[in-house]
């Protein structure tokens, strides 16, 4: 197993990913994460299951999915709000998931198996955690996939 980059971003990665597996028993195929002054997003990239993935073909199956995961999250999410706080320095103000399209339908974001967890931070990220982007404003983007 090759040793990754320990940037800020692929910790937070590393830790998302273990915490959606301890909590749903399903590891994301990927995960992105993006912090944008004192927001950070992180989207899990097939993250439900094959059976969530079916049940919510239908829009009323979806809806479950949906409320599932937000009352899932909102039930445990004190563990990943603690590990982001202790990576980034900063305390976690407010946290949600969403399992829902920006745009399309919402059985094809379902179909994928993506979910989106939003974090408002009590502050934003020291720049030296995070690598710029050029225009001064601390961002990063970082990608995992699972081991």
């Known amino acids: ?8 971003a692929q910790q937070i990665a ?4 273990a915490f959606e597996q301890r909590r749903t028993g399903h590891t994301p195929q990927s995960v992105a994460v993006i912090l944008s002054e004192n927001t950070l997003v992180i989207t899990l990239h ?11 073909q239908s829009p009323a199956g979806a809806a479950q999915v949906q409320e599932f995961h937000r009352q899932l999250f909102s039930d445990s999410a ?7 706080k202790r990576i980034t320095g900063v305390e976690v103000r407010e946290a949600t998931a969403e399992v829902e399209p920006t745009s399309g339908t919402v059985v ?4 994928t198996g993506t979910v989106v967890q939003v974090f408002l931070l009590a502050s934003g990220v020291p720049a030296s955690n995070w690598s ?9 983007t ?4 699972p081991c």
């Open 14 to 17: 590393r830790a998302a990913s």
């Open 142 to 145: 970082a990608e995992v996939l």
């Open 46 to 56: 097939g993250a439900l299951s094959p059976a969530e993935r079916a049940l919510a």
């Open 78 to 84: 004190d563990t990943l709000r603690e590990e982001i």
């Open 1 to 8: 197993m090759e040793k990754l980059d320990s940037s800020v």
């Open 132 to 140: 710029g982007n050029g225009l001064g404003v601390p961002s990063q």
């Open 108 to 111: 094809q974001v379902f179909t």
